[in-house]
């Protein structure tokens, strides 16, 4: 079993910032892929940012140019540095990874148990 504990979240003014990290534990092979996503009260959860294990990453429009993903594959801890932001990136930020338990195994996906992120002044 693998347990993602997040921790980073809290109440910011726009314009601030704020550094989320998710560390994973437990039994783990290889972390395939990792991701940030949110979900604003009334919404929808979405994909806020994602990184393999190549290091590519992708990220929502909304947050081009203002939130960073990035991993410590020796921590198996992921992280999304938020620069820049606004009232509307209110919402939960759970973290998500994909992952192998042993060489050749199947993959398995687990949820973090969501940080909240208020921006307002």
């Known amino acids: 079993q693998v347990q993602l504990v997040e921790s980073g979240g809290g109440l910011v003014q726009p314009g601030g910032s704020l550094r989320l990290s998710c560390a994973a534990s437990?039994?783990?092979?290889?972390?395939?892929?990792m991701a940030w996503y949110r979900q604003a009260p009334g919404k929808q959860r979405e994909l806020v940012a994602t990184?393999?294990?190549?290091?590519?990453?992708h990220y929502a429009d909304s947050v081009k140019g203002r939130f960073t993903i990035s991993r410590d594959n020796a921590k198996n801890t992921v992280y999304l540095q938020m620069n820049g932001l606004k009232p509307e990136d209110t919402a939960v930020y759970y973290c998500?990874?994909?992952?192998?338990?042993?060489?050749?195994?199947?993959?398995?996906?687990?949820w973090g148990q969501g940080t909240q992120v208020t921006v307002s002044s």
């Open positions: 998500y990874e994909n992952l192998v338990h042993t060489r050749g195994g199947p993959s398995f996906q687990y």
């Open positions: 990184i393999i294990s190549g290091g590519s990453t």
């Open positions: 437990g039994s783990i092979f290889s972390v395939i892929n």
